[in-house]
């Protein structure tokens, strides 16, 4: 079993940060990439980032420049340091990660339960 686990969201003011953390666990034999996703209310899911194992990194063009993501592959946690945030902002994060399992010969594609952004004054 392969969990993700995020925590650090939250209501901000615009123009604040908020840093998201996002933990992997169970029976993990490799994490290839690792990334956010958001959703905001009424629209469709959308990547934020994601980051491969190599430090390859790829940044959707609202955030660039605002924000900015970490791995630590010792720990399988990769967090996310938003600054500058937006009232755009404001959606519920994921964190997603591909993940080939101890028990598994392929990679699948898993999800954290989302946490909530909000940017408003």
């Known amino acids: 079993q392969v969990q993700l686990v995020e925590s650090g969201g939250g209501l901000v003011q615009p123009g604040g940060s908020l840093t998201l953390s996002c933990a992997a666990s169970?029976?993990?034999?490799?994490?290839?990439?690792m990334g956010w996703y958001r959703q905001a209310s009424g629209k469709e899911r959308e990547l934020v980032v994601y980051q491969t194992t190599r430090g390859l990194t790829n940044y959707s063009r609202p955030v660039e420049g605002r924000f900015t993501i970490s791995r630590d592959n010792a720990h399988n946690t990769v967090n996310l340091q938003m600054n500058s945030l937006k009232p755009e902002d404001t959606a519920v994060y994921y964190c997603?990660?591909?993940?080939?399992?101890?028990?598994?010969?392929?990679?699948?594609?898993?999800w954290g339960q989302g946490t909530q952004v909000t940017v408003s004054s």
């Open positions: 997603q990660a591909t993940i080939t399992p101890t028990t598994e010969a392929l990679a699948y594609d898993y």
């Open positions: 169970g029976n993990i034999y490799r994490i290839h990439n």
